[in-house]
């Protein structure tokens, strides 16, 4: 008597490596639009920050499976529940406590898309989205909060929340009118139409074009010349970029000048400066 096969295991819907000194992180539900869970937005969080921590990451790459999606946003469906309420008034006569109270949305979006965005945009080292496909709702907002955006020229960008009748989350009015002004920004969230790779190439919203079968290899060929470079200068760079827009010129000089100091005492300044004595190319270790 034969014994049935067991079952294969299911695949991870987050799948996650080191390479190369790269992280890949892979939206792994593609049946699912890759719209993320929040066991996902909880786990790339932890591993955006250990990617921070860690010296053997130098880079990361958010990307997607399949070739139709890259994220639609947040899984609604997956949503924490929240306290019941109350099934009779308290004893002293006072009504029952709203199962959503004045408040819960907002602390739901802090602590949950906002946290994402706020990994990506605090992660020591630099993240790369690679946009396969649809990228919607959070899923642009994700896109945004990357260093370095590269897209399939079959990719689409879209701020669908007018269509839905809500505002944009996840930060898009932070980050899309420091990309492309606010106007454009306004056009692309107020209509919500669909933004084509090639116009978000001209617009700004992403630094690179090229078709689907050279995507993975152009991620790659990014983000291990990444791995390979001066990681605590990289860093550092990120932190004043990222911060340029939101103080005044004196503060921004200020910090530069601080950091610029810093980065002098890091051992690959030290192997950079050497290099261009030696007339070399200099080899960096990442810190």
Known sequence: MSVPPEPAAAEPELLH?????????????????????WDQRDT??????????????????????GTRHFCTGMDLRGSPGTAPALATPPEDGTP?????????????????????????????????AAVNGTTAGYGMSL??????????DT????????????????GSTYL???????????E????????????ALRIGVVNRVVPPDELDATVREWAERLAT???????????????????????????????????MTTRDAHEGVAGLIERRKPEYHGW
Not at 48 to 61: C, D, F, I, T, Y
Not at 156 to 169: K, L, N, S, T, V
Not at 188 to 199: I, T
């Open 17 to 37: 490596r080191v390479e190369n000194g790269v992280l890949w992180v892979t939206l792994n539900r593609p049946r699912a639009s890759n719209a993320i869970t």
């Open 176 to 186: 899309l009118p420091r990309l492309v002004g606010p106007q454009k920004a306004k």
């Open 96 to 128: 029952a406590p709203p199962e959503r109270p004045t408040g819960h949305t907002a602390r739901m979006i802090r602590n949950g898309v906002l946290r994402l965005t706020a990994a990506v945009l605090d992660c020591e080292k630099p993240v790369i």
């Open 143 to 152: 896109a945004l909060a990357c260093d370095l955006v590269i897209a399939a």
């Open 44 to 65: 790339i969080i932890t591993l955006l920050g250990g990617a921070s921590a860690n010296e053997a990451v130098r880079a990361v790459v958010v990307g997607a499976a």
């Open 188 to 199: 692309l969230m107020f209509l919500g139409d669909d933004l084509p790779a090639a116009e």
């Open 155 to 170: 990719a689409r960008f879209i701020q669908i929340f007018a269509r839905r009748g809500i505002i944009p989350d996840g």
């Open 229 to 263: 470079g001066p990681t605590r200068a990289l860093a550092y760079t990120k932190r004043l970029v990222n911060r340029s827009l939101d103080t005044d010129r004196a503060t921004a000089f200020d910090a530069e000048a601080d950091l610029v100091e810093l980065t």
